[in-house]
């Protein structure tokens, strides 16, 4: 089980590291490809959480959809690639009562909380298993999740092609 | 299970620590000399047009927006593709019905969007 503590700290600093630079970096080109190793590495920690369906999720969609949408973004507006951004301290104040108020409340939680501590249990494969559970108990949510999407595809392209 | 990852970490970690040892080997061993032809940008032989950080059409971003949506339906397909094989045989047409059912309510959206001209490319 060293293995598995090893690649959680791994993927856990990656993760907080390559976050870090999303929010410091001057160029937006590089956030956004920081932001590549931060999905990525939570990618990696929901492997080890046994979630593996999430964690191909995560890349299919977040690495390979959201982010490509971002750069898109990115390169679809006028001379935002070359510019530096100042990440500078505005409303110091209210940010600090804020920010201590959360972390107040997160540590409050952390303590609070009674953990469910299982012993590790063998890892298996639950794609197979959320497949059957959508055909059977959960159809009718899988169906209308095609309407979501259909209502998304229909929203995208009123907005594209307004006139015609 | 979790032993089945390994062949992915060492793919994902043998390509980064190769691509960083070679680019930075390049660089260390190659010789350096520099001059005007060699430092311009290369272009297929041409000489470049303009910059290199021009904007970028709309259209470009309508395809990744419904490259997004589909991709999606790829995720819930996914379990259902997994599952089918262990169906056995009378469910099996029933699973395929509900997937096609899926399928089809995203279809017309598919053919929205092409009436509506968004895939066009002018």
């Known amino acids: ?164 | 299970m979790l032993e089945s990852y390994i062949p992915i970490m060492l793919v994902l970690s043998f390509a980064l620590i190769f691509a960083v040892v070679m680019i930075n080997l390049s660089s260390l061993l190659g010789p350096s000399k520099p001059d005007k032809e060699k430092l311009s940008t290369y272009e297929s032989g041409m000489e470049p047009i303009g910059t290199a950080r021009e904007r970028f059409s709309v259209k470009y971003y309508m395809v990744a927006v419904s490259f997004i949506l589909f991709d999606l339906e790829v995720v819930f397909l996914y379990p259902w593709a997994i599952s089918f094989i262990n169906f056995p045989k009378a469910e099996m047409v029933y699973s395929l019905i509900v997937a096609l059912i899926f399928i089809f309510i995203l279809f017309v959206g598919l053919i929205y969007e092409y009436k509506k001209g968004v895939l066009k490319w002018d």
């Open chain 1, 1 to 164: 089980m060293i293995y598995y503590t090893i690649l959680f700290y791994v993927f856990a600093v990656l993760a907080v590291a390559t976050a870090f630079y999303v929010v410091f970096a001057k160029n937006v080109i590089h956030s956004a490809f920081a932001l590549f190793g931060t999905l990525f590495a939570v990618a990696g920690l929901f492997v080890l959480l046994n979630a593996d369906f999430i964690a191909i999720t995560q890349i299919m969609v977040y690495v390979g959809g959201i982010l490509v949408l971002m750069i898109f973004g990115v390169m679809l507006t006028t001379k935002i690639a070359d510019i530096d951004i100042h990440t500078k301290n505005l409303n110091r104040i209210p940010a600090i009562l804020f920010s201590t108020g959360i972390t107040v409340i997160l540590i409050f939680i952390l303590f609070t909380t009674k953990w469910n501590i299982k012993p590790q249990v063998q890892n298996q494969e639950t794609v197979s298993q959320i497949g059957k559970l959508m055909l059977t108990t959960y159809l009718l949510p899988f169906e209308i999740a095609s309407i979501v999407l259909l209502v998304a595809l229909v929203g995208s392209a009123m907005y594209a092609r307004k006139t015609k």
